[in-house]
């Protein structure tokens, strides 16, 4: 069985590029569709019950479009609304914190974890949880860290003022003694060579872009969803706001290939979606 729809990935900006990219290294040969929630970013500062809401609405304008699986590419719409859409959509649905928690849990020597998060994923504790149920002998660390988000989208990965932002941001994790660190926040690969820097080789980053395309890949497999002909895919990203400095921060990672991007209202994305209002 060969199904050629594609995988519906979606984060509010730049960061879940991260793992579009890496879905594309792992899986070539298949078609996708990224949203990236511009006109309600950055998600990290807002109610759960808010950021559910914009999540379903997303997963029902995917759902329209026809994707046959969705990757909440955005730790904080995973914290916020994974358990709901896995009730809601009969579409197998993804997230990026279990991904990443088990890679850590795989990874650490000393069992001292340090998480860094946007604000609504660190007040979820989903990390905490995630981890202490695959070994409840780890210790974690967890930090909000959402100057970084902001820098992060202005395309500011590599600035000076960024990594002043960072190393004030890492010193209680370092302190803490963390053996390993988790970007709990799909922007933050982008800060990686800063973030290299400042903890050099001692401590190990984890990231969920692998592990997540990895998950997608089985999940597929698992359920025949694979597009196993050889046909070029097509990717296409949707916006819902302004979509220049999200265009530049985005050619960092894909360069000439980067998707054709169309604006979408998202007036029209809850009117295509059959809700009016927000949350
Ligand atoms: N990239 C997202 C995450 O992983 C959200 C950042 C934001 O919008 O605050 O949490």
Redesign the pocket.
Known sequence: MSDPRPIGVF???V??LTVLRELQQQLPQESTIYFADLGH?????RYQAQVRHFALNIIRFLEKLDVKMVVI?????TAAALNTAREVFDIPIIG?ITPGAEAAVAVTRNKKVGVI??E??LQSQEYLHTIREANPTISVFPKAA?KL?DLVEAGKAQAPETEDVLREDLEDIQRFGADTLIL????YPLLRPLIGKILGDEVTVVDSAETTAARVKRVLAKNGLEYADHETPRHQIYVTGSPERFTKTARILFGQDLPPITTVRLELVEAMTGREGAA
Request: glycine content about 24%; proline content about 12%.
């Open positions: 984060d509010s900006g960061g879940g970013f950055p998600y990290g500062p590419a955005c730790n904080t719409a990026v998060s946007t609504g994923t959402p988000v709990g926040c799909t922007h």
